[in-house]
């Protein structure tokens, strides 16, 4: 009996010290997580339910000269509903009228959203998607509405925020404009991408189920700060004229790319620029490339202009020199180098050489005077800005490539000749631009240049001033002989097909063969490497008015359709006056007027189209917030609105919402910032 009981406290004695230890061995395991892991354990479990979002501030805007918004970053939304956390009393009394608040913001009607809230609330969702990419305005209005306007917690909102770079004026000029994302720095956006960007703000989410977060609070943490702005040097009234000029030529020609570029004459500042390119499916044409800044390619005749400068500059011939084109063929070296017009025009003068672009008068004029001494003429091109890049701050411009005597590898016995022509040498069409653009401002080249000012929140950081490259590129004697012999080309030249007795022009015209490596053609037959006869570039570069320039222009089509036509006076020429044109009847150039009763045909054929569109496309009144008082007024009385406004700058109000009904006569009010 004793030898029983003392088993059964041994048995006793050993559970309880077992015990002992089991709950030592506890209180030391909870001690170690709270002192001596409890920091590392702390800060995993609030990893896992607890995270900073970053709050992305939007990229500084890029304007227009005139204050239009050319880049801008938009907020949109993705509004949720946490409905676990809204009390069912609360829920029961306002889901109706919750129901039709977003029936008046979203459509549908209100007992559609009346069954959506109830049956997300017996499911006890947690996050019901509201709506998908609202405006900020509306985001702001959604705030208000029954039940979100308790907050996060007794309301549930739930607000994901995200921007978007937009392009108000759309496709037009993108690739200048440019970008930063994704597909690299391109343009303006890229090249003052550290500039623009803004400072990120923050805030905490918690997760709630699903991998499935909520903001903590109504506030954030730290607020974002928008980036600093860019005011471009573009007038966005030229560059729908000159976007559109190009686009319809290259529709009709059915080139595969080109490039029209509008310059200031005394300022240099790039007042519209657009490369267009076809798509992939030849169905139409965007912003592919920068053409004008990055295509550095033989130009053709428009070269002539820099070839004739230097040897009148150098005196060592005058305009009236008699040059004897023969029958418009001569070789050089075994080389043929033959004019377009058959036969020739015999014995000429140097200005009538330009005029009419025979290649062999200037190729025989560049021959007799500088064959001995190519280096003089490689140096007056040097002056003229055609042997370096010009150095813009957007990235991609192309190299030039101009032949020069000390490259014993390169250079030729025809290459001087050659040159002369616009062949065997490469620039982009900035750098013909540029310099066409010095012989309209008197001799004095100056940087062609996209940007005007810097700004931080809406003060002036940096002004950007015009910058001379050359101040004078030739003798004025020259000068003003060259801008008469331009003139010349236009009213009794190669590109008389563009004289108009209402406004002056002055210009060449350039219509280059291409050089095709070795390749295949349409029947797998391979074609040595050459000039083919196929394909060419059509140029003409000049300004206006001839007398009194404002604006100088380049307009470069590449590939037009041979069958349809491919000089520079018929593909290229057109676009440069239409540019002209409609730049001479928007915008009235200094010392010149417009007349009332000139009746230009174009102008009245694009007003009547743009009316038709107007009255096809707006049956209901569109937003105009954002816009300028005057872009915005334009419209709406286009559209047959009476429109008052008070105030000056931007819209922040209309009276008559975005989507009603269009009444024509209506009054409609407008609150300007």
Request: aromatic residues 10%; positive net charge.
């Amino acid at each position: 009996m004793a030898t029983h009981k003392k088993s059964i406290l041994t048995k006793f004695y050993l559970v309880a010290a077992f015990m002992a230890l089991f709950l030592f061995a506890v209180i030391f395991k909870v001690i170690h997580l709270q002192y001596v892991k409890g920091e590392q354990y702390r800060k995993l479990a609030m990893d896992l339910t607890v995270r900073q979002d970053t709050i992305y501030a939007n990229k500084g805007n890029v304007y227009a000269a005139d204050g239009n918004l050319l880049a801008t970053s938009m907020s949109k939304f993705n509004i949720y509903m946490d409905l676990e956390t809204v009390n069912s009393q609360i829920f029961e009394d306002n889901f109706i009228e919750l129901s039709n608040e977003l029936s008046k913001m979203l459509g549908g009607s209100s007992s559609y959203h009346q069954k959506r809230l109830r049956n997300a609330k017996n499911k006890k969702r947690r996050y019901f998607l509201i709506a998908r990419n609202i405006g900020y305005t509306d985001y702001l209005k959604m705030k208000k509405f029954p039940i979100f306007k308790l907050g996060v917690y007794k309301g549930g909102f739930i607000a994901k925020h995200r921007t978007e770079r937009a392009h108000p004026i759309g496709k037009i000029a993108e690739r200048t404009i440019g970008y930063d994302d994704f597909r690299g720095e391109a343009g303006i956006e890229g090249a003052f991408a550290d500039y623009m960007q803004g400072q990120n703000g923050l805030r905490w989410e918690q997760k709630i189920a699903k991998n499935q977060w909520k903001p903590i609070s109504d506030y954030n943490e730290k607020e974002p700060v928008d980036g600093h702005d860019i005011i471009t040097t573009i007038d966005v009234n030229i560059q729908d004229i000159t976007h559109h000029a190009l686009l319809a030529q290259l529709e009709k020609f059915e080139a595969d790319h080109g490039c029209a570029v509008v310059m200031e004459t005394a300022t240099g500042e790039i007042k519209a620029i657009s490369n267009l390119g076809r798509n992939n499916s030849n169905t139409g044409y965007y912003e592919k490339r920068n053409y004008a800044v990055w295509e550095s390619h033989e130009p053709g005749s428009t070269f002539k202009l820099a070839s004739l400068m230097a040897i009148l500059d150098d005196k060592k011939i005058d305009t009236a020199t008699v040059v004897d084109t023969e029958r418009g063929r001569i070789f050089i070296h075994g080389s043929k180098v033959e004019d377009s017009h058959r036969g020739g025009y015999g014995k000429i003068s140097a200005a009538r050489v330009f005029e009419v672009s025979s290649n062999v008068g200037i190729v025989k004029l560049i021959k007799k005077h500088y064959d001995a001494k190519p280096e003089k003429f490689i140096q007056k091109l040097e002056d003229y800005g055609f042997t370096k890049p010009i150095g813009f701050q957007i990235k991609g411009e192309g190299k030039p490539y101009i032949p020069n005597p000390k490259d014993k590898k390169r250079w030729n016995k025809i290459s001087l000749e050659w040159m002369s022509w616009g062949y065997g040498v490469s620039v982009t069409p900035m750098q013909t631009l540029m310099f066409y653009n010095a012989v309209a401002n008197n001799g004095v080249m100056v940087k062609p240049r996209f940007i005007k000012e810097l700004r931080k929140q809406d003060k002036t950081e940096k002004v950007f001033e015009t910058t001379i490259v050359n101040p004078k590129i030739a003798s004025d004697v020259t000068l003003k002989k060259i801008r008469k012999i331009m003139e010349n080309v236009v009213v009794k030249g190669t590109a008389d097909n563009i004289y108009s007795p209402n406004f002056s022009m002055a210009g060449k015209t350039g219509t280059a063969k291409k050089f095709l490596p070795k390749h295949k053609d349409e029947n797998g037959k391979i074609v040595r490497a050459g000039y083919s006869n196929k394909h060419y570039v059509a140029s003409f570069a000049g300004f206006f008015p001839a007398d009194t320039p404002k604006y100088s222009c380049i307009v470069v089509v590449h590939d037009p359709k041979k069958e349809k036509g491919y000089y520079g006076a018929t593909v290229a020429g057109p676009v440069f006056k239409e540019i002209a044109q409609k730049i001479y009847t928007t915008t009235p150039i200094d010392k010149q007027s417009v007349e009332d009763e000139i009746d230009f045909e174009e102008v009245e054929k694009e007003y009547i189209k743009y009316d038709n569109y107007l009255r096809k496309n707006y049956t209901v009144i569109p937003s105009v917030k954002g816009m300028t008082g005057m872009d915005a007024l334009a419209l709406l009385e286009n559209l047959g609105l009476k429109v008052k406004v008070s105030g000056t700058g931007k819209v922040k109000h209309q009276s008559l919402k975005k989507g009603e009904r269009l009444v024509k006569g209506k009054v409609i009010t407008l609150k300007l910032s």
